[in-house]
């Protein structure tokens, strides 16, 4: 078993500086050897300003490179499962950017192919779901199972934020854009931690872009889980709802509420509130270490996945059930599921 992981990157974009480059510099084990973007130009003045060693004109091209043993795919989201699937074939490891897929459908493929590459070849492939790899996740899913907030009846989650340039990749439904895709998957995802079930979707409600109906801006949809368990995840990249990233869970003896969930290591806040016999309330806040970032945490636990055998907690076949849930969101919303990558324009991740 090799002792380090080379690591390529696909498509020059936005986020792989905080997502991949600086958390690889606190990983010893990791290295960042190669660059391709679909404009070589590109791609070389990225490596220039970020020390990677090797650049490739075509996304082929590094694929093929022996030097490379992963990728990082933070490509728009309508490309994720053609390169996942091409860099297994490859014989790559995988850490792609969240959503994993367009589609339910789509995601399915590329766990089946994801599952016969482990069996045949030890390739690991792991969604990029960079918050659930931080302490601050083990500890709200922990706070939960211990029984402290007695028994759980309803989970809420938002993640909004404020994108008002409708011609960002984002808004863009070839490349699978929409404010559910991007941001809801989070709030769906973290529902899922709260509870350790998967939810059925009871309704949704969307906001869409004038120009583009099949794009939603903003939406809410109401979920119901096992045992009676009742949810609610907001999702927004532009509506009256500006700025909200929190994670809720409500139980019969207490609640915890955690602010910024996805991006612990710039800030968080954790309190949990259960009410006094005597009346009132008891608020505790608890600090959880923000270093070193969830960014770096996923990383480390891309690496001992690869090298160590260790566990993925964010599997390709865990994405399945979150891109279920996303489909059918969008059905209850009215609008159609996301379709196919058309343009292929380099693009990233939201965060």
């Given at each position: 078993?090799?002792?380090?992981?080379?690591?390529?990157?696909?498509?020059?974009?936005?986020?792989?500086?905080?997502?991949?480059?600086?958390?690889?510099?606190?990983?010893?084990?990791?290295?960042v050897?190669?660059?391709?973007?679909?404009?070589?130009?590109?791609?070389?003045?990225?490596?220039?300003?970020h020390?990677?060693?090797?650049?490739?004109?075509?996304?082929?091209?590094?694929?093929?490179?022996?030097?490379?043993?992963?990728?990082?795919?933070?490509?728009?989201?309508?490309?994720?499962?053609?390169?996942?699937?091409k860099?297994?074939?490859?014989?790559?490891?995988?850490l792609?950017?969240?959503?994993?897929?367009?589609?339910?459908?789509?995601?399915?493929?590329?766990?089946?192919a994801?599952?016969?590459?482990?069996?045949?070849?030890?390739?690991?492939?792991?969604?990029?779901?960079?918050?659930?790899?931080?302490?601050?996740?083990?500890?709200?899913?922990?706070?939960?199972?211990?029984g402290e907030?007695?028994?759980?009846?309803?989970?809420?989650?938002?993640?909004?934020?404020?994108?008002?340039?409708?011609?960002?990749?984002?808004?863009?439904?070839?490349?699978?854009?929409?404010?559910?895709?991007?941001?809801?998957?989070?709030?769906?995802?973290?529902?899922?931690?709260?509870?350790?079930?998967?939810?059925?979707?009871?309704?949704?409600?969307?906001?869409?872009?004038?120009?583009?109906?099949?794009?939603?801006?903003?939406?809410?949809?109401?979920?119901?889980?096992?045992?009676?368990?009742?949810?609610?995840?907001r999702?927004?990249m532009?509506?009256?709802?500006?700025?909200?990233?929190?994670?809720?869970?409500?139980?019969?003896?207490?609640?915890?509420?955690?602010?910024?969930?996805?991006?612990p290591?710039?800030?968080?806040?954790?309190?949990?509130?259960?009410?006094?016999?005597?009346?009132?309330?008891?608020?505790?806040?608890?600090?959880?270490?923000?270093?070193?970032?969830?960014?770096?945490?996923?990383?480390?636990?891309?690496?001992?996945?690869?090298?160590?055998?260790?566990?993925?907690?964010?599997?390709?076949?865990?994405?399945?059930?979150?891109?279920?849930?996303?489909?059918?969101?969008?059905?209850?919303?009215?609008?159609?599921?996301?379709?196919?990558?058309?343009?292929?324009?380099?693009?990233?991740?939201?965060?």
């Amino acid at each position: 078993m090799s002792t380090s992981l080379r690591v390529g990157l696909l498509g020059a974009a936005a986020i792989a500086p905080s997502a991949l480059i600086q958390p690889a510099r606190q990983v010893p084990r990791v290295t960042v050897t190669a660059v391709a973007a679909r404009d070589r130009t590109r791609a070389e003045r990225f490596a220039r300003k970020h020390g990677v060693p090797v650049v490739h004109g075509s996304y082929d091209e590094l694929l093929a490179d022996p030097q490379v043993d992963a990728v990082y795919v933070p490509l728009p989201n309508g490309l994720h499962a053609e390169w996942t699937l091409k860099a297994l074939g490859a014989g790559k490891h995988v850490l792609c950017e969240k959503p994993f897929a367009s589609h339910r459908a789509e995601a399915e493929r590329v766990a089946d192919a994801a599952d016969a590459a482990f069996a045949r070849s030890g390739l690991v492939v792991m969604e990029a779901f960079h918050y659930r790899h931080h302490p601050l996740a083990a500890r709200m899913r922990q706070i939960v199972e211990s029984g402290e907030l007695g028994e759980l009846h309803h989970v809420e989650a938002d993640v909004c934020f404020p994108l008002p340039r409708f011609g960002d990749i984002r808004y863009d439904y070839a490349l699978a854009g929409g404010a559910t895709m991007d941001a809801g998957c989070y709030a769906v995802h973290v529902a899922r931690l709260l509870t350790g079930a998967d939810p059925a979707v009871t309704a949704a409600r969307m906001l869409t872009l004038r120009k583009e109906p099949r794009i939603d801006r903003a939406m809410s949809a109401e979920l119901a889980f096992p045992g009676g368990v009742t949810g609610r995840v907001r999702a927004s990249m532009w509506s009256r709802r500006v700025l909200s990233v929190r994670a809720r869970a409500v139980g019969t003896d207490g609640e915890l509420d955690v602010t910024n969930f996805v991006m612990p290591h710039l800030y968080h806040r954790l309190t949990v509130r259960a009410p006094r016999e005597e009346g009132g309330r008891v608020v505790r806040r608890e600090r959880v270490s923000r270093n070193p970032s969830s960014y770096a945490c996923q990383l480390s636990a891309f690496a001992a996945a690869v090298l160590d055998g260790g566990p993925v907690i964010t599997s390709a076949r865990d994405a399945v059930v979150t891109m279920g849930v996303l489909d059918e969101i969008y059905r209850a919303g009215g609008l159609p599921l996301r379709g196919g990558a058309q343009d292929r324009r380099d693009g990233g991740a939201p965060v």
